[in-house]
T-cell receptor
Framework: DAKTTQPPSMDCAEGRAANLPCNHSTISGNEYVYWYRQIHSQGPQYIIH???NNETNEMASLIITEDRKSSTLILPHATLRDTAVYYC??????????????FGKGMKLTVNP | NAGVMQNPRHLVRRRGQEARLRCSPMKGHSHVYWYRQLPEEGLKFMVYLQKENIIDESGMPKERFSAEFPKEGPSILRIQQVVRGDSAAYFCASSPLGQGASNSPLHFGNGTRLTVT
């Protein structure tokens, strides 16, 4: 089961910042939070990940609360091409001692003109 | 630097036939994950492989499905005697690291869309 919860959908105006929330209240101290998105029927696209500190790359910023129980993905200037399903994921252990991504239902972001 | 390559992009099989889906990971990646996405649903983990080893197959159906990642060549997801319920998009992902690699994102291919008629 996914260890994260997200609202099912959100709308955003083109050019505005999109703030996508995620709750992960059961996260462990050494587990990273990952964000992916899936545009239409393409493969999931990696966006960003973080552990404790806020992170920023060319696509987005990730703000993680101090207690690490929630995070927010920020798309600073949303465009129509950012319309997608966004997944907030905490990796879970595999049988082999590694980790895998468990996808929840994600959140559908619609950017409106 | 080529991404994860999956082929074919679309595959149509009649009930009872076999489906073979191929995945070439990114260069330098030796860890491969397969996921299945049914229409209007999220991705479900199927299997995690390293070269010549299956590490976690907890998401694989017990019958008709198998996966391999040989020393040379792509990873193969094989579905025998396909049924209509196997119609789905099958995604492969790869990463350079495995165990303890929380800091290593998976990179996904664009999938193979299997249609069983």
């Amino acid at each position: 089961d996914a260890k994260t919860t997200q609202p099912p959908s959100m709308d955003c105006a083109e050019g505005r910042a999109a703030n996508l929330p995620c709750n992960h209240s059961t996260i462990s101290g050494n587990e990273y939070v990952y964000w992916y998105r899936q545009i239409h029927s393409q493969g999931p696209q990696y966006i960003i990940h973080g552990l404790k500190n806020n992170e920023t790359n060319e696509m987005a910023s990730l703000i993680i609360t101090e207690d690490r129980k929630s995070s927010t993905l920020i798309l600073p200037h949303a465009t129509l091409r950012d319309t997608a399903v966004y997944y907030c994921i905490v990796r879970v252990p595999t049988q082999g001692g590694s980790e895998k991504l468990v996808f929840g239902k994600g959140m559908k972001l619609t950017v409106n003109p | 630097n080529a991404g994860v390559m999956q082929n074919p992009r679309h595959l149509v099989r009649r009930r009872g036939q076999e489906a073979r889906l191929r995945c070439s990971p990114m260069k330098g990646h030796s860890h491969v994950y397969w996921y299945r996405q049914l229409p209007e649903e999220g991705l479900k983990f199927m299997v995690y492989l390293q070269k010549e080893n299956i590490i976690d197959e907890s998401g694989m159906p017990k019958e008709r499905f198998s996966a391999e990642f040989p020393k040379e060549g792509p990873s193969i997801l094989r579905i025998q005697q396909v049924v209509r319920g196997d119609s789905a998009a099958y995604f492969c992902a790869s990463s350079p690291l495995g165990q303890g690699a929380s800091n290593s994102p998976l990179h996904f291919g664009n999938g193979t869309r299997l249609t069983v008629t």
